[in-house]
C-alpha cells in the first residue's frame, strides 16, 4: 500500500488533526499519542485525504512563463501573447468582446523583454478591459433587473470574487475576466442581489433568480473555479 508523506506536529491538543493544503498533508498529534495510532487514524481517513490531496494537486497553478508566444485565459478563451516594439500600446487583435481562442493581444514591448515587463503590460490590459466589461454587463443588468446606480470598483483580493456594501459600493476581482462571460454575470447578479438583501437567506436567491434566472449552473461551475487556479499575474 502506498505510504502517504506527511509532516507531523506534536501539539498538547486532545486528539488528531489533518490539514491538507499545497504543501500537502501535515498532522497534528497530542504529545502522548503513539506511531502506531496515528497509522490507523491515517489508514482510517485514507480516502478524505486521497481525495483532498488529488483537489489540491489538480488546483496547483501553473506557473506563469512569461514569454513570447505565451497563453493566458480571457473571457474563458486561451489567447497568445505576442510581443511586437513597433506598437504604441497594447492592440488585440479579434472582438475583444467576443473572444475566441487564439486571439491575439499584441503588447507594445521589444522580444527581449523581460517577465516582469510582459506581465506588467499584460496586467495593464486585463484590468483595463476588467473594468470594461464589468461596467457594460452591469449596466445590463440594472436596466433588466432595475436595481439603482451603484459604484463599482475592482479588487485584487486573493480570496474572494466579489463585494457589496451597503451604500451600492461593489467590488469585482478583476480576475474574473479570466473566467467565461456567465460566471462573471453570475458574480455580478450575486452582488446585485446584495443590495436588497445582505445576506444569503432564500430571499437573496430568490432575487439572484430574477436577475439571472439560469445562476445555478455558473453557480456550480464557479465552485471549481479557484482564485490559485488563475495565471499569476
Ligand atoms: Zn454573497
Not at 475583444?96 to 503588447?107: E, G, H, M, T
Request: aromatic content about 10%; proline content about 6%.
Amino acid at each position: 500500500m502506498d505510504k502517504i508523506p506527511y509532516t507531523l506536529q506534536r501539539s498538547n491538543r486532545k486528539s488528531i488533526g489533518f490539514t491538507i493544503n499545497a504543501e500537502g498533508l501535515k498532522i497534528t498529534a497530542p504529545n502522548w499519542v503513539s506511531q502506531t495510532i496515528i497509522d490507523q487514524a491515517i489508514q482510517a481517513k485514507k480516502p478524505w485525504i486521497q481525495s483532498k490531496l488529488l483537489q489540491w494537486q489538480q488546483q496547483s497553478p501553473v506557473p506563469t512563463c512569461w514569454q513570447n508566444g505565451m497563453q493566458l485565459p480571457y473571457l474563458g478563451r486561451q489567447i497568445i501573447v505576442q510581443l511586437n516594439p513597433q506598437l504604441a500600446s497594447c492592440r488585440y487583435e479579434g472582438n475583444y468582446n467576443l473572444a475566441q481562442d487564439n486571439d491575439r493581444l499584441y503588447v507594445n514591448l521589444p522580444s527581449t523583454a523581460n517577465a516582469l515587463a510582459i506581465k506588467t503590460a499584460c496586467t495593464q490590459w486585463f484590468q483595463g478591459r476588467a473594468l470594461a466589461w464589468f461596467e457594460i454587463r452591469l449596466r445590463h443588468f440594472q436596466q433588466s433587473s432595475g436595481a439603482k446606480p451603484l459604484c463599482l470598483r475592482l479588487s485584487s483580493a486573493t480570496t474572494r470574487w466579489g463585494s457589496c456594501s451597503a451604500n451600492g459600493h461593489i467590488r469585482l476581482n478583476w480576475r474574473l475576466i479570466h473566467l467565461c462571460p456567465e460566471l462573471i454575470d453570475y458574480v455580478i447578479a450575486h452582488e446585485l442581489a446584495h443590495l436588497k438583501e445582505m445576506n444569503h437567506s432564500p430571499r437573496f436567491w430568490a432575487e439572484v433568480k430574477r436577475i439571472l434566472p439560469n445562476y445555478e449552473a455558473a453557480k456550480n461551475r464557479l465552485k471549481q473555479k479557484s482564485l490559485r487556479t488563475l495565471p499569476i499575474l
